[in-house]
């Protein structure tokens, strides 16, 4: 009785040749999902991160100027907005009606025409935002509240740009913060894939003093 016949080198020479290219197919699919799943969650991230401090800066400007009176808290010194540049305005933000000053700060990066990369601090652009509490005696002088090594705590990065209109109760440009009724934010993000080129995301939000 004969034994069963087997394949040809020829046969399992084109067997792994078909193997392979279904293999390299396969192979690249998976590469190109990966590589646009990557990419959909940097867009993500990139818009989140700047859409929560927008969302931020906006739920506390709302709250500017607003500074009940209360035994052991000193009134404050100034008003609502006291600064366009950084953003800095005064309320109570902590429920504990003692008057606070807000400052966001925006730090470009050194290197504008470059990517934002974690890896680099000279391309990363960044929103800073501090809280201090008045120590009651001259107007200027504001300490770190709660106290801390530094006041200052990142909030946002890969910020390309951030842009705030100041607009007085008419509707034109405010001449000096006190004018301030009406502030427009919009800030850019970026998000930066490998593979992908660099994308930016511009978000914007609109807000009216309400306690002026």
């Known amino acids: 009785m004969s034994g069963a016949g087997g394949f040809s080198l020829i046969e399992m020479l084109i067997g792994s040749a078909v193997f392979v290219v279904v293999l390299l197919a396969v192979l690249m699919i998976l590469d190109v999902s990966q590589r646009d799943y990557a990419s959909g969650a940097a867009k993500s991230d990139a818009q989140q991160n700047v859409r929560v401090v927008l969302e931020s800066m906006a739920r ?63 391309t990363i652009g960044k929103i800073t935002r501090s809280v201090q509490a008045w120590d009651g005696g001259d107007p200027a002088n504001w300490n770190p509240d709660p106290p801390a090594p530094t006041d200052k705590f990142e909030v946002a990065q890969c910020v390309k740009a951030l842009t705030i209109t100041y607009y007085n109760s008419t509707g034109g440009a405010a001449a000096t913060p006190a004018d301030g009724r009406r502030i427009t934010i919009s800030i850019t993000g970026e998000e930066n894939v490998r593979g992908h080129a660099p994308r930016a995301y511009t978000v914007s939000t609109d807000v009216r003093l309400r306690n002026l």
Do not use: W
């Not at 500074?67 to 305005?89: D, I, R, W, Y």
């Open 60 to 122: 506390e400007l709302r709250m500017a100027g607003y500074a009940p009176s209360k035994a052991g808290c000193l009134p404050p010194p100034v008003g609502a907005v006291t600064a366009f540049n950084p953003l800095t305005f005064q309320a109570d933000l902590d429920g504990n009606n003692c008057v606070d000053q807000v400052i966001y700060t925006f730090d470009a990066p050194t290197h504008t025409t470059k990517p934002c990369d974690v890896s680099d601090p000279d």
